[in-house]
Every structure is written in structure tokens, then in C-alpha cells.
């Protein structure tokens, strides 16, 4: 039997640990140019997994369909996970991100696999964890860390997906609060590093995962706190989020959660995003990120970016003094990884500038009051 007294004791040695990676993962980015994964979906794709392999001995008699549940492989397939961030780990990246892009209750409906939720972020840390460690022991005095995916859901607060009622939403911002705050705890739970919000294209539903994680850090205490970072992504041309924010609106409206990090990633190939790069880094009163697709889908859905295509492209936002951390999103590889590494490797990283005081609010467009 337990006594409470070692169980305190366990609690105050996991964060005193915590309390540590957290210490490092902010020296990291104060020393050098952070290095992220690639993708994980498309190396997926290259394992040519089958629906048995999605179902594994859990899942044989699941009443649906559940090949393209990627992130349920961290169950039934966790070799698979797990050798894919080990090879982002041997690319050079000091951070992978747990394969929970779609581990909530909103997300897991399309597959009927709601009750499974905290069981897949679990194991997606596990994951993580075990190729972290893995690389930390190949390399004595390297750290590796995890950060947890929250995605951005496949509904929206913001917009109707019904053009004949614009008033209708497929979902509340309870339901979002809810769904995301069963997400966070798992991924607190499993010990991830740092909590990052990503691929965002409605603000109001980061606003509800932003909210969410405060909520949990209330609830948990200031130890279990880890950084918050935070990504969006532009759709277009037009420089705007789906939901109708310019970059300098979509800061202003999330500045107040105090993030760890604010960044791009995702749709736009790197040299798209460079305006939308270069106006956030003057903005962002922390830390800033970019890890664009490599390049634009082409007709066959695929990315036509070169690793080289990719480094050249993220190393003119290093040498310009735009960025803290770079990686790849959809299409990139380890190979892409490892040419974004060696392309920053020595550069400065961005210094965070101390922005005037003033009043910052936001609609589709920034409204600066000095």
C-alpha cells in the first residue's frame, strides 16, 4: 500500500522534473533557433497502413470504419508513432509533437471513438516520450522535448456551415471548452513540455482552447503550468485566417493569454508566408515560429518543395532575425527537417521586442490606440 507521504513526495519529485524542462525548454529558445518536426500525416501515408492496422486487437469489433484515425495508431500502431518522431529526433529536431491533431470528443466523432479520447492522448505522449528518451540517451547531455497538439477541430465558432441559416452553428463554446479541457488534462497528465495550439483558422475556437488551458491551469495549480504556444494559419493570398483576420488582428486577439510563442504554420509554402512572417515578428511581444508545408498541394495533392526548397526559404527568416522556431507542416519530411536544422544551426534567434504601450484590439483588422 501507498502511504500519502511517498505519494507527496512522488508529486513534489515529478515537479521539481517538470519545474526543470520547463527551465530548459525557455533556455532553448533563449540560446538558439528552436528546431520542430515535420509532419506526421504524410509519413503516415508512407507506411501504407491498412484498416486492420488502424483497428489493431482494441478495435476488431468497432462498429466503424476507422482507417485515416491517425491519431488512434498511437494505440493500436505506436511502433509506427513512435519510429516517425524518432526520425524527426535524428533530423535535429529538439521538439516533436504529439499525434493528437484530432484527439478530442469533436474530432473522434467521425470515428465513434469518443470514449477513447484520453486513452489516445496518453498514449500519443507515450509516444513522444519514448523516442525523446531514446534520443537523449544517443546523445548524452541532448534534450528532447514534447509538445502537446491541440487542433483546431472540424467545427467552427465563428462561421455557419449552412449558407441558407448564418446564424446556425454545428457547436457551442461549452462544447468547445469541454472537449478541449478533456484534451489538455490528458496531455498534462502524459507530461508533455509545452502545450501548442495550432493550425488555427477561427480565432474563436483558439480563444476557447486558450481559455480552456487557463481554466486547467487554475484548477491544477501554477506547477502544473508549461509554456503555451500558439500557431495560426493564413489561407490565402489575401493574408487572412479563414474566419476573416489579417495576422496583426489574429496577435491582437490573442495576445491577452500571454503565450509562450505565436506563430504560422501550415497552408502557405514558406515563401508565401514571408510578408505575414516578417509583420508578426515585429508584433509579437514573445517568442515567434514558422513551419510552413513544403509548398503548395499540387494537382495530385502532393508538395513539391525540396528539402533544400524549404531550408533555403526558412533560413532567409533566421538570417532576417524573424524567428525562434522552425519545422515543417504537411509534405515535409526528416529529410526536410534535417536541411531546415543545418540551414539555422548558429544563427541568432529573433529578440523579442519591447513593444510601446498602448490600447490593441481587434476585429477582421487591427485597431491600435496609443
Known amino acids: 500500500m501507498n502511504h500519502p507521504a511517498s505519494n507527496d513526495s512522488a508529486r513534489a519529485g ?42 489493431g486487437e482494441n478495435f ?17 500502431r505506436p511502433d ?12 535535429g529536431a529538439d521538439m516533436v509533437e504529439t499525434n493528437t491533431f484530432s484527439s478530442t470528443v469533436i474530432g473522434m466523432a467521425d470515428y465513434r471513438c469518443e470514449p477513447f479520447v484520453r486513452e489516445i492522448n496518453l498514449a500519443a505522449v507515450g509516444c513522444a516520450r519514448r523516442a525523446a528518451q531514446k534520443a537523449e540517451a544517443a546523445t548524452p547531455g541532448r ?19 449552412d449558407v441558407n441559416r448564418p ?39 483558439a480563444k476557447a482552447a486558450l481559455f480552456a488551458v487557463e481554466q486547467v491551469f487554475d484548477t491544477r495549480g501554477d506547477s502544473a503550468r508549461v509554456p503555451v504556444m500558439i500557431s495560426v ?25 500571454k503565450p509562450f510563442s505565436v506563430g504560422i504554420n501550415c497552408a502557405l ?27 503548395l498541394p499540387n494537382a495530385f495533392g502532393g508538395y513539391d518543395e525540396t528539402p533544400a526548397d524549404m531550408a533555403r526559404v526558412i533560413g532567409e527568416f533566421a538570417a532576417n532575425g524573424w524567428v525562434n522556431m522552425v519545422g515543417g507542416c504537411c509534405g515535409s519530411t526528416p ?23 498602448a490600447l490593441r484590439l481587434s476585429g477582421l483588422e487591427p485597431l491600435v490606440v496609443a
Open 14 to 55: 515529478l515537479s521539481r522534473e517538470s519545474l526543470a524542462r520547463a527551465d530548459a525548454f525557455r533556455r532553448l529558445f533563449a540560446a538558439k533557433i528552436a528546431v520542430l518536426d515535420g509532419a506526421m500525416g504524410s509519413m503516415i501515408q508512407t507506411y501504407g497502413l491498412e484498416e486492420k492496422d488502424f483497428r
Open 60 to 76: 476488431k469489433s468497432h462498429p466503424h470504419d476507422l482507417k485515416g484515425n491517425n491519431d488512434l495508431l498511437c494505440l493500436t
Open 80 to 91: 509506427v508513432i513512435e519510429k516517425i518522431h524518432g526520425d524527426y529526433f535524428a533530423a
Open 143 to 161: 534534450l528532447c522535448f514534447v509538445a502537446g497538439a491541440i487542433g483546431p477541430l472540424n467545427r467552427t465558432l465563428s462561421m455557419s456551415p
Open 167 to 205: 446564424d446556425y452553428r454545428a457547436v457551442t463554446w461549452d462544447q468547445v471548452v469541454s472537449a478541449y479541457t478533456e484534451q489538455i488534462n490528458a496531455l498534462l497528465d502524459g507530461g508533455v513540455d509545452a502545450l501548442l495550439v495550432e493550425t488555427i483558422f477561427d480565432t474563436l475556437n
Open 233 to 257: 494559419t493564413i489561407t490565402d493570398a489575401s493574408g487572412r485566417t479563414l474566419s476573416g483576420q489579417t495576422i496583426g488582428a489574429f496577435y491582437n486577439s490573442v495576445a491577452h493569454a
Open 269 to 295: 509554402g514558406g515563401a508565401a508566408m514571408r510578408p505575414y512572417v516578417e509583420e508578426l515578428s515585429g508584433l509579437a511581444g514573445c517568442y515567434t515560429t514558422c513551419y510552413p508545408n513544403a509548398g
Open 335 to 357: 529529410a526536410h527537417i534535417a536541411a531546415i536544422a543545418r540551414e539555422v544551426r548558429g544563427r541568432a534567434p529573433r529578440q523579442v521586442p519591447q513593444a510601446a504601450r
